[in-house]
């Protein structure tokens, strides 16, 4: 039984996006640039929260609009049709570091093999790999090159060495935005016997995914990034063909079927995405985020990364105006929403870390990330907001 949607908060289409951001109380006094960081609450996550504390606190767990196979169906149903995949290939997790250690613990890797992650990739597609090198299985970093294309050529080099067992790419890189041919990639990946996992925290929800085409065996990713959900909460992927056979290195109360009945103990474990939830969830990060997911849902997914793309190029448009210079100026027709700053036409004006902090004092948050000043816009970023921080590194430009 799905949620009864006509006695939930609705929300508008905006056919224009024009008064969106007054649904996101962080963009009234202040600009917030972090989104491929972190996503502060919608007023409609907070409405549909509150409905559900309401529900919580007079029904307990039986909260009409709010059942737990219910709320799971439907994030569930939101993230297969952005990824153009099965529900029951998707699991619920905390974050992007549990759901691929859960599946680099549970697989076996042949000795001698090798696992390649991206030059300066973010830790969490890192560190949940290291274990195998004390297994015999070497953990190497492909160089991501100045192009999309020159990471695609350096990729072709190390597989055609032909004992990369696993490539975990992030289809975005983080610091600079460069968005990779995941289709050209996973070509490469089949032709050459090499398992392709994804951690999609950069990707999800920014840029168009098809798992249809896309042989994937793995995914994982944050909520809390372009899908505008919780801090704590996360997804993971797992293929049909992978799921064969697949077998979580931990047991929960929740890993086996008919989990609500305690005995007697089974040995019949879940579908392998059900699998990765060990037992009782944080309910409330699941409304939280089913609230967004519906809020983008009820836009268009496609249509928010549209809007993403154009936003992102009305700060280009600025920026180049100022004399700044972007790491997407390498590849200008590849959409991306993160804008790296890597320099200005004079060399003595860009300090990024003393921009950033000029820009804080102006209520505009960004990050500093590889040496890089880094802006990522998303829905609730309206022509007003790139005005004012036009205006603002304006200002800092003649005093600096």
């Known amino acids: 039984m799905l949620p009864n949607h006509s006695e939930l908060p609705s929300f508008p289409p905006f056919a224009n996006w024009k008064g969106i951001s007054q649904y996101f109380p962080v963009q009234a006094d202040s600009v917030w640039l972090n989104y491929c960081g972190t996503t502060p609450v919608s007023t409609y996550a907070i409405e549909m929260m509150n409905l559900y504390f309401q529900e919580y606190a007079k029904y307990g767990i039986f909260a009409p609009n709010f059942a737990e196979p219910a709320i799971k169906a439907s994030i569930r149903g939101y993230i297969a049709e952005i990824l153009a995949c099965d529900p029951s290939e998707i699991g619920i997790v905390h974050n992007t570091s549990e759901g691929i250690n859960l599946y680099s613990h549970s697989i076996q890797i042949p000795k001698g093999k090798r696992i390649l992650v991206l030059e300066n990739e973010y830790p969490s597609n890192v560190y949940p790999w290291e274990h195998w090198k004390e297994k015999g299985v070497s953990l190497e ?25 696993i ?10 935005g460069v968005v990779f041919d995941l289709e050209a990639v996973s070509q490469l990946c089949e032709n050459h016997h090499t398992k392709l996992v994804i951690d999609g925290s ?27 959900g919780p801090l704590g909460l996360g997804v993971v992927y797992l293929s049909k063909e992978e799921s064969k056979g697949f077998k979580l290195i931990f047991k929960g109360q929740a890993s086996v079927v008919n989990d609500s009945s305690y005995f007697p103990y089974r040995d019949e474990w879940k579908p392998a995405a059900d699998q990765f939830e060990q037992s009782t969830i944080n309910f409330n990060d699941w409304i939280y985020f089913y609230a967004s997911l519906r809020m983008l849902s ?18 280009k448009k600025a920026l180049h105006e100022l004399g700044f210079s972007l790491e997407s100026d390498a590849f200008p027709t590849i959409k991306t929403g993160i804008l790296a700053i890597t320099g200005h036409k004079d060399p003595s004006k860009f300090q990024p870390e003393a921009i950033q902090s000029f820009l804080k004092q102006k209520g505009i948050t960004t990050a500093v990330r590889l040496g890089r000043l880094r802006m990522a816009p998303h829905i609730a970023i309206e022509e007003e907001h790139v005005v004012r921080v036009r205006d603002a590194l304006k200002e800092y430009l003649s005093l600096s």
């Open 141 to 165: 970093f492909i160089p991501v090159g100045k192009t999309p294309e020159e990471f695609l050529f350096n990729l072709k080099q190390e597989l055609e060495k032909g004992n990369v067992y």
């Open 167 to 176: 490539l975990s790419l992030s289809p975005v890189h983080w610091c600079t």
């Open 202 to 228: 950069q990707a999800v929800g920014h840029i168009a995914l098809d798992f249809g085409k896309i042989k994937v065996a793995f995914c994982a990713f944050a909520a809390w990034k372009w899908l505008l």
């Open 298 to 315: 009820t836009l268009g997914f496609s249509r928010v990364r549209d809007r993403i793309y154009e936003v992102a190029d009305l700060f």
